[in-house]
């Protein structure tokens, strides 16, 4: 029942070998299928319940901006063939049974990003019980790695496709670049007029999608782009952009990624062609 999942969790990936696709649905169910059959393989009970803000689809939202958020908190482990359903602790495996992956494991998480740290698979998440914080999680053993702590409420945040950058964008709307290999300090701020609630990296690092969304009678959306410039120095300058916008998926979004992707699914935008900043 399309009406009954999440948008914002719409088959986040796709597990290559064994052509599956996973979802979270607003029954507090998620769904494993075959995307070679189409068919349902089976349906099990989340671990992190959420508390959606529309009707019909999966939105969040933070306490300290009215802008929508997006959940991203079921995806598949890189390496082993289980899927994540928003802790570490325990996983499904593809048959369906919970088995315990990393039983001493804290994590618990609504929004999540893998990526490669060095020769290391980890895990970015929010922090469960602080809006200010993002924690690093080992994927190979459930530990935490580290936590980055932030001076406003994070909205959204996105890795870069190789790993070393991390853009972040804040209540306020902020919005950072920050080097992850060089212990996560700032490279470069910019203030938008618009709150961004959903952000993503272009393939080439040269621009930041941003997607601003309210909820009114109905939804109000627009997406604009920051130019991510590297200077002679080689210190870094975000610069707002305001012309037209033309997000295609297929280009920006790449499916054979671990976890999702580099950020938010701005895939729910399709291609259509939305005005700058007004």
């Known amino acids: 029942d399309k009406e009954n999942m999440k948008q914002s969790l719409e088959f986040t990936q796709a597990e290559v070998r064994d052509i599956k696709g996973v979802c979270e649905c607003k029954d507090d169910l998620l769904n494993l299928w075959s995307l070679h059959t189409g068919k349902l393989v089976w349906k099990r009970p989340v671990k992190v319940k959420k508390h959606c803000y529309h009707e019909k689809e999966g939105y969040r939202k933070s306490p300290s901006s009215p802008v929508l958020l997006c959940y991203r908190s079921v995806v598949f482990h890189p390496t082993k063939k289980v899927v994540l359903p928003g802790i570490l602790s325990h996983a499904y495996a593809m048959s369906g049974e919970l088995s315990p992956l990393f039983p001493k494991s804290t994590c618990r998480f609504t929004v999540c990003s893998i990526s490669n740290s060095g020769d290391e698979t980890v895990m970015l998440s929010n922090c469960h019980d602080d809006a ?140 259509a062609e939305v005005g700058g900043i007004v």
Not at 178 to 185: A, E, L, N, R, Y
């Open 132 to 271: 200010r914080c993002l924690v690093l999680w080992s994927l190979e053993n459930g530990s935490e790695i580290t936590r980055i702590a932030r001076g406003e409420d994070i909205l959204s945040f996105a890795c870069s496709q190789d790993g070393t950058m991390l853009a972040i964008s804040h209540s306020t709307g902020s919005i950072c670049l920050v080097d992850v290999s060089g212990g996560f300090t700032t490279l470069a701020q910019v203030t938008t007029p618009k709150v961004c609630g959903m952000i993503k990296f272009s393939p080439d690092r040269q621009f930041l999608f941003c997607w601003h969304a309210s909820l009114s009678d109905k939804i109000n959306h627009c997406v604009f782009k920051v130019k991510v410039t590297r200077c002679s120095n080689g210190t870094f300058l975000l610069q707002i952009l305001g012309d037209k916008v033309s997000y295609k998926p297929l280009e920006y979004e790449l499916r054979s990624e671990a976890g999702f992707l580099s950020g938010d699914p701005l895939s729910r935008v399709l291609e």
